[in-house]
């Protein structure tokens, strides 16, 4: 039976303010780390059956907090890590399939992720 994961987790910061640097040392920023742990608290509460080391198909719908333009794939990189971190998988290299949506605008903003089995393009579209 495929596994499915169904997460709602914060609006994440945009690549652009999720990277830092200071001189030739690259690090995540406050917010990025901010939304890692709460990504972390969520894991750890929900208590999801974890992916381990096997292939992940992930589906996005980002939730904006107001009907201000914005890039869609900057969301992105934060989610990633942020489930990497808090132990649905063992290494972002392990998604085959990803799928991003823009939904409606929500207060504060949302990104609602489902995490499933990546089964493979021998067996159909791969979800």
Do not use: C
Request: proline share 5%; glycine share 8%; net charge positive.
């Amino acid at each position: 039976m495929k596994k499915t994961v169904r997460l709602d987790l914060p609006y994440p910061p945009s690549v652009n303010t999720y990277w830092r640097a200071n001189g030739h040392r690259r690090y995540i920023s406050p917010a990025g780390v901010k939304f890692t742990e709460e990504v972390s608290f969520i894991v750890k509460n929900k208590k999801p059956q974890t992916f381990g080391d096997k292939q992940v198909a992930i589906s996005v719908m980002i939730h904006p907090r107001s009907k201000r333009k914005f890039d869609l794939d900057n969301t992105l990189k934060a989610i990633l890590d942020a489930l990497m971190k808090a132990g649905m998988y063992d290494d972002d290299s392990q998604i085959e399939y990803i799928e991003i949506a823009r939904g409606e605008h929500i207060d504060g903003g949302k990104a609602v992720v489902h995490l499933y089995d990546y089964i493979g393009e021998e067996h159909g579209s791969g979800l």
